[in-house]
């Protein structure tokens, strides 16, 4: 290797950049990965939606084509028929658009009156989310998003505790969030249905799961909500028309199947790209046990063992890639780190930067890469007969 300065320094720049291109996919992929991961939808993938629809189908003499509504006693039925599998049913109520308005301004605009669940990952930046209090005690308490707020009351920081003119009914504002796509007011469920004349007709289901593994679990828990619900309110269970349905849960194994897929991908293109640079680590042993024939002969001719020859090219191979490898792991690292400065605060790669666990599998992948290089030069020099390497010149 000190011998051929260029000849060693040309074949290590070729597993070099063959590590450094596997550890920014393979970072890339990782940053993808922990986007999806940390996203709303990956943290509360244990949920079904379900939305009232059309029935597509005739059912005990009733015509297709019939609204079928979502009703109040459908929650208690839904978590009855599957122990283990609901944790809970809350319900949701949309209200028709209204007029809020402040002295400063007003807005035309609807509400969702919810249960606290309904927040999931949502930041409240200022005050509080709708609480079991509000429900019990059916407050007139409202969230607004930081827009309207922004609107109603000129600086939403200071919105929380304001009056809010509802429809001709005072509100008390309890809270203002600030999201990059929801706009949604939110009211206690309690109270919206006391605005709608206590009728028991449902905008939305939101069913929390449980204990579900698989793919399978998440149809077979969605075919036995169906049910329940073609039961009770009159449609055939597999009338997927009667009844909208939006199995977060399934949605999430499938996204995390590509997830897994992407990760196999660049790991390949990331392998295949070393691999040009070990072939030319395993070319240049070739020609180094060439050059070496003659010293090889005498080496056998006195007494050397084959595992010495063998082990000679082989930790010859291994610490080209090694050195070489370090260094490409070591521009991958700053890449990530440059990639990391590049996307902060990304939705599309979070946090791609090389760990301990990345480390360790391109180190193993290293000395694997620089024993198999080597392995085939050195079982050539093996098959140099020692009367013929001292012929050699």
């Known amino acids: ?5 260029l000849r060693t320094a040309l074949t290590g720049m070729a597993v070099a950049w063959g590590i450094f291109m596997l550890i920014m996919l393979v970072g890339m992929a990782k940053g993808v990965s922990n986007s999806f991961s940390s996203s709303e939808f990956a943290k509360t993938s244990n949920v079904i939606m379900l939305w009232p629809g059309r029935a597509s189908k005739p059912y005990k003499g009733l015509k297709e084509g019939r609204w079928i509504p979502l009703k109040e006693r459908n929650l208690k039925e839904i978590e009855h028929d599957n122990p283990g599998k609901v944790v809970m049913a809350a319900p949701s109520v949309d209200g028709q658009s209204t007029i809020m308005s402040t002295e400063r301004d007003y807005v035309s605009r609807s509400y969702s009156g919810v249960y ?3 927040r999931e990952q949502l930041v409240i930046d200022y005050g509080r989310f709708i609480n079991e209090k509000d429900l019990a005690e059916q407050r007139k308490s409202i969230v607004l998003d930081y827009k309207t707020a922004e609107q109603l009351y000129a600086d939403p920081t200071k919105a929380v505790g304001k009056s809010l003119n509802v429809g001709g009914v005072a509100f008390n504002v309890v809270g203002v969030y600030d999201h990059e796509w929801k706009t949604d007011i939110f009211i206690p469920y309690t109270t919206a249905r006391a605005l709608a004349g206590y009728n028991d007709d449902l905008g939305m ?10 793919e399978e679990d998440a149809e077979t828990l969605e075919k036995s909500i169906r049910a329940t619900l073609g039961r009770s309110n009159s449609h055939a269970a597999d009338d997927n028309s009667a009844i909208w349905v939006w ?3 399934e949605s999430y194994l499938a996204n995390q199947k590509v997830m897994n897929i992407l990760n196999i991908v660049m790991w390949v293109i990331g392998l295949l790209t070393l691999i040009t640079g070990i072939v030319g680590v395993s070319n240049i042993m070739f020609v180094s046990v060439r ?6 002969g005498v080496r056998r001719a006195i007494g050397a063992k084959p595992r010495n020859i063998l082990a000679q090219v082989i930790v010859e191979s291994v610490s080209l890639t090694t ?3 370090y260094i ?4 991958g690292t700053v890449g990530t780190e440059i990639l990391a400065h590049v996307f902060a605060g990304s939705d599309f790669i979070k946090d791609p930067t090389v760990n301990l666990s990345l480390a360790m599998q391109v180190t193993c992948v290293l000395i694997v890469s620089g024993a198999l290089a080597g392995i085939f030069p050195a079982m050539r020099a093996l098959k140099v007969r020692p ?3 001292l012929r050699t010149e």
Do not use: D, W
């Not at 290797?1 to 300065?5: A, G, I, L, Q, V």
């Not at 289901?205 to 698989?214: A, F, H, P």
């Not at 050059?291 to 090889?296: F, K, L, N």
């Not at 490409?328 to 521009?331: K, N, S, T, V």
């Open 387 to 389: 009367v013929e390497a």
């Open 323 to 325: 050195i070489f490898g």
């Open 291 to 296: 050059e070496r024939t003659h010293e090889i």
């Open 247 to 249: 199995n977060r849960f």
């Open 116 to 118: 606290p669940e309904a």
């Open 328 to 331: 490409g792991i070591l521009l």
């Open 205 to 214: 289901i939101r069913v929390v799961t449980g204990n579900l593994k698989s």
């Open 1 to 5: 290797m000190s011998t051929n300065k």
